[in-house]
């Protein structure tokens, strides 16, 4: 059964930094797209960023420059370094992944940037 569980969320001040996790577990880790997306209040949800298998990565323009997705494959982990946080980064940050056509979430992590 798939799983995937974030960590890591918290109150920021604007200009911070935050690094969130997500420990995954019931499939190949390795073979797997890994992406991050977040639902700020009263919005859809958008993708902030995702990385491959071979570790090719994509960012949402909103974050480039600011944030950093990495994975360990030895610790089944994905991770979403966030620098220069602002007030419009504010939001339930998700961990998803898709494995056999099937979209897989993890239950987010609030993030809130705020002074």
């Known amino acids: 059964q798939v799983h995937l569980v974030e960590s890591g969320g918290g109150l920021v001040q604007p200009g911070g930094s935050l690094r969130l996790s997500c420990a995954a577990s019931?499939?190949?880790?390795?073979?797997?797209?890994m992406g991050w997306y977040r639902q700020a209040p009263g919005k859809e949800r958008e993708l902030v960023a995702d990385i491959t298998s071979d570790t090719s990565t994509n960012y949402a323009d909103s974050v480039k420059g600011r944030f950093t997705i990495s994975r360990d494959k030895a610790k089944n982990t994905v991770y979403l370094h966030m620098d220069s946080l602002k007030p419009d980064d504010t939001a339930v940050y998700y961990c998803k992944t898709r494995w056999f056509r099937l979209d897989y979430w993890g239950q987010g992590t609030q993030v809130t940037v705020s002074s």
């Open positions: 019931g499939f190949t880790f390795s073979f797997a797209t």
